[in-house]
């Protein structure tokens, strides 16, 4: 078993190929690039640098943070405003409204009124007019009526009175006349 060990050290050996130092290829790019990055950290003032972009980087970060505390406090204030301009309108609104139903209530009053006021002229109208027909009624009825006793008296008279029953009456008419002027005179 020893042997089979050996072989396979001898072709393990035979793999990874020739060694410096003890080193083979892999382990010397290892040392190179300790080395580069030590030569760059010390040399290069690689520090510094990154330092120095640390530093700009954060003083971006820190102009962001102020720009955004700015642009909030800016939205904080318009947002009062618009909040205060919002009550001042919903005041208003309000105002508007109670003064828009305090007219209505008025013009409603006014209306009522003027239909009381206009029903009670056209009432009087009417009976002013029916007033007036009354009388034009009675007018033309005691005037027909007058007009039939006169011919009724007429016919009457025609009929019951003859020129000889006419002269005493006439006589008469005529002295009451005379005794009329005579007493006045």
Do not use: C
């Amino acid at each position: 078993m020893s042997l089979i060990l050996l072989a396979a050290a001898a072709e393990h050996a035979a793999e990874e190929g020739p060694t410096l130092l003890g080193l083979g290829a892999e382990g010397w790019v290892y040392v190179g690039l300790t080395i580069f990055l030590l030569l760059a950290v010390f040399v290069g003032k690689a520090p510094q640098k990154i330092v120095e972009a640390l530093d700009a980087r954060i003083a971006a970060t820190r102009r962001q943070l102020d720009e955004a505390r700015a642009i909030r406090a800016e939205a904080e204030a318009l947002l009062a405003t618009a909040t205060a301009r919002n009550a001042a309108s919903a005041g208003d609104a309000a105002a508007i409204i109670a003064h828009a139903e305090s007219e209505a209530k008025q013009l409603l009053a006014k209306a009522e009124a003027d239909a009381t006021e206009l029903m009670a002229r056209r009432a009087k109208m009417a009976e002013d007019k029916i007033g007036a027909a009354e009388r034009g009624a009675v007018a033309e009825v005691r005037a027909r009526a007058a007009d039939a006793a006169a011919q009724a008296a007429a016919a009457v008279i025609a009929g019951h009175h003859g020129a000889a029953a006419d002269k005493p009456l006439v006589d008469r008419t005529i002295a009451g006349l005379g005794s009329q002027f005579g007493r006045t005179n």
